[in-house]
């Protein structure tokens, strides 16, 4: 059973910045052997990609919304999922969900707006963000 928690949610002013954490744990079974990414879901809108790490952490990829902006990166030792969220716009609030897939041995990750693909989902950590 994998377990993903966030943490690291809150308010910003418009132009600050946030540091997402997402904990994995699941006994047995080994984080780097997972493809992960961030998704989000504002008020009233579907949710959709924002960025994607390989299992290795080697390749990136982010939504056109974020690029420049949000970094995603990952520590394999501490099986932890970080998002980097730097200047921060007031159309960034939403509630990010960290999100697995592990897929067949050597099979690509999915896309970053694969949202059903990825089949382990965390609570979310909400971000709220102030003009």
């Known amino acids: 059973q994998v377990q993903l928690v966030e943490s690291g949610g809150g308010s910003v002013q418009a132009g600050g910045s946030r540091m997402l954490s997402c904990r994995f744990s699941?006994?047995?079974?080994?984080?780097?052997?997972?493809?992960m990414a961030w998704f989000c879901q504002a008020p009233g809108k579907e949710r959709e990609g924002v960025a994607l790490?390989?299992?290795?952490?080697?390749?990136?990829t982010y939504a056109d919304s974020v690029k420049g902006r949000f970094t995603i990166s990952r520590d394999n030792d501490k099986n932890t999922l970080y998002l980097q969220a730097n200047s921060l716009k007031p159309e960034d609030t939403a509630m990010y969900y960290c999100?697995?897939?592990?897929?067949?041995?050597?099979?690509?990750?999915?896309?970053?707006?694969?949202?059903?693909?990825?089949?382990?989902w965390g609570q979310g950590a909400y971000i709220s963000v102030s003009s």
């Open positions: 699941a006994p047995g079974l080994v984080f780097s052997r997972y493809c």
């Open positions: 999100a697995a897939y592990r897929g067949s041995v050597g099979s690509a990750c999915p896309r970053v707006r694969d949202v059903e693909t990825f089949n382990h």
């Open positions: 790490i390989d299992r290795d952490g080697r390749t990136t």
